[in-house]
């Protein structure tokens, strides 16, 4: 099991910017896949980024060209900088570590956004 810490929310202006970070219990070259997720209530949790072992990232078209995901390797974090927010972009995020045998979840940080 990987053990996954977030941090970075906060309540921000529309336009503005939020870097959140997922800290790893381990290694991210032992872990296959690490992404972002969002979950506002009454709506289904949404994929906002992903970064493979190889470090290969991928981003839906609602949030490309405004999120970026990157890590470092030596601090077993991975990040999500946030830019050009706005407030459909509010919700809890959280951090998923996806091995051959677990999916792990961190415990979710809030991100909101104010007009």
């Known amino acids: 099991q990987v053990q996954l810490v977030e941090s970075g929310g906060g309540l921000v202006q529309t336009g503005g910017s939020l870097r959140l970070s997922c800290a790893a219990s381990?290694?991210?070259?032992?872990?296959?896949?690490i992404g972002w997720y969002r979950r506002t209530p009454g709506k289904a949790r949404e994929l906002v980024a992903t970064i493979s072992r190889r470090g290969f990232s991928n981003l839906p078209d609602s949030v490309k060209g405004r999120f970026t995901i990157s890590r470092d390797t030596d601090k077993n974090t991975v990040y999500l900088q946030m830019n050009s927010l706005k407030p459909e972009d509010t919700a809890t995020y959280y951090c998923?570590?996806?091995?051959?045998?677990?999916?792990?979840w961190g415990q979710g940080t809030q991100v909101t956004v104010v007009s």
């Open positions: 381990r290694s991210l070259f032992s872990i296959d896949t």
């Open positions: 998923k570590a996806e091995t051959f045998d677990l999916d792990s």
